[in-house]
Every structure is written in structure tokens, then in C-alpha cells.
């Protein structure tokens, strides 16, 4: 199956400033790059995803970016909020599984 | 549209007695995942569904763990025996299709093991 690295374990970030989370994946056939948010308590959702035909998708103040040939993607949150602060984790769809990582504690510091 | 449904919510049980999960998927989704999330940890994947078939269960400890999802719809998750090592949130999640497309998870259920 694929295997999903997930860096840094937490990010602590001024608020105002960007967060960056970066994902590499093991199996170049995967095909769907999503990401989640999941506050204190809830559930996962997603707040972003990115297809293997794409190199770069932007939704307000989030971005992902997508590297097929190094096999990474990355989250980048820009002007950072308190509302941002939870757990984001990274995925990976090969063939019928959607494989995560282990999560990045994102914590903005007003 | 309603969510993905699970019950109960919080569960406690002694060791070596036995659990069992219920989950509503959304109306129509053929795809069916159950994880489980030990605390600090990201979604581990114990058994995939497509329909009412399995597609991947490769990480289901299958001495003690069971699914079912009789009729393609509605499926339940078994532990028995528990293990100490058994306490995290189980969530299940459903989408329309295979991997490839948006999992809607369930609010998930805290299984505490003593």
C-alpha cells in the first residue's frame, strides 16, 4: 500500500504569517492528493485536494502544490488566523485506498 | 445532506470483552472506510468496502477485529476480544466512488479500554 510522511509533527506560526506542511508519498501511480482539517475533538474534512494532472490549486488563503516527479506535496496557509489553529493531515489515494499521514499540530499565536 | 452517522459515541469497556461499532454512511456513497486514530496519530485504515464487498483489509487484525456492511449500506465494526492497545477513536467514512474521490467522515467513536 502507499506509505504517507507527513513534516513537521507541529508548527507553531505568529498570527499573520504562513504555515507550510509538506507530504511525500511512496507510490507514483497515486492519483488524488487530499487534505484535512480536524479540529479538538471533531472530525476530519477536507479542506483541499489536488489531482496528479494538476501542478497547483488555490482556495482563498490555503494552496496546495503538487511535485509528481519528486513524489511531494505541500499545504501552505498564508495569513495565518487563530480559526486555523488543529490538526491537518495529508493524503494519498492509490488505486481504491486513501492512505493519511501522521498530522501536523498547527498553533497560531496571536 | 445528512453525514455519516456512527454510534455510540464514547464507549468504555474492561479487557478481553467485546465492542461493536455501527456506521450510516451517506445515502448513495458505494465506498465505505472504517479508520482507527490512536491519540497524536493520523487515520490508519482497518477496512475498505465498495458496496457490500471488501476491497482492502489488509490491515484489520483479523484475530480479533470484524466488518460487515450486509446490503451495501449500513455496517458494523467488532472487537472482540479488546486489548489495552485497542483504546483510540474509530471513524468511519464514505464516498460516492473508489479512493479518488472526497471521504466524508463520521464524528467517530472513543473506545476507552481498562
Known amino acids: 500500500g502507499e506509505n504517507v510522511e507527513q513534516h513537521p509533527s507541529t508548527l507553531s506560526v505568529q498570527e499573520g504569517d504562513s504555515a507550510v506542511i509538506k507530504c511525500t508519498y511512496s507510490d507514483s501511480a497515486s492519483n488524488y492528493f487530499p487534505w484535512y482539517k480536524q479540529e479538538l475533538g471533531k472530525r476530519p474534512q477536507l479542506i483541499i485536494d489536488?489531482?496528479?494532472?494538476?501542478g497547483e490549486k488555490k482556495d482563498q488563503r490555503i494552496a496546495v502544490t503538487l511535485n509528481k516527479t519528486a513524489k511531494h506535496f505541500s499545504l501552505h496557509i498564508t495569513e495565518t488566523q487563530p480559526e486555523d489553529s488543529a490538526v491537518y493531515f495529508c493524503?494519498?489515494?492509490?488505486?481504491?485506498?486513501?492512505?493519511f499521514g501522521a498530522g501536523t499540530t498547527v498553533t497560531v499565536r496571536a | 445532506e445528512a453525514g455519516v452517522a456512527q454510534s455510540p459515541r464514547y464507549k468504555i469497556i474492561e479487557k478481553r470483552q467485546s465492542v461493536a461499532f455501527w456506521c450510516n454512511p451517506i445515502?448513495?456513497?458505494?465506498?465505505l472506510y472504517w479508520y482507527q486514530q490512536i491519540l497524536g496519530q493520523g487515520p490508519k485504515l482497518l477496512i475498505q468496502f465498495q458496496n457490500n464487498g471488501v476491497v482492502d483489509d489488509s490491515q484489520l487484525p483479523k484475530d480479533r477485529f470484524s466488518a460487515e456492511r450486509l446490503k451495501g449500506v449500513d455496517s458494523t465494526l467488532k472487537i472482540q476480544p479488546a486489548k489495552l492497545e485497542d483504546s483510540a477513536v474509530y471513524l468511519c467514512?464514505?464516498?460516492?466512488?473508489?479512493?479518488?474521490?472526497?471521504?466524508?467522515f463520521g464524528q467517530g467513536t472513543r473506545l476507552t479500554v481498562v
Open positions: 445515502s448513495g456513497h458505494a465506498t
Open positions: 493524503a494519498a489515494s492509490l488505486l481504491l485506498e486513501l492512505s
Open positions: 489536488i489531482r496528479s494532472n494538476v
Open positions: 467514512a464514505s464516498s460516492l466512488a473508489s479512493g479518488n474521490t472526497e471521504a466524508f
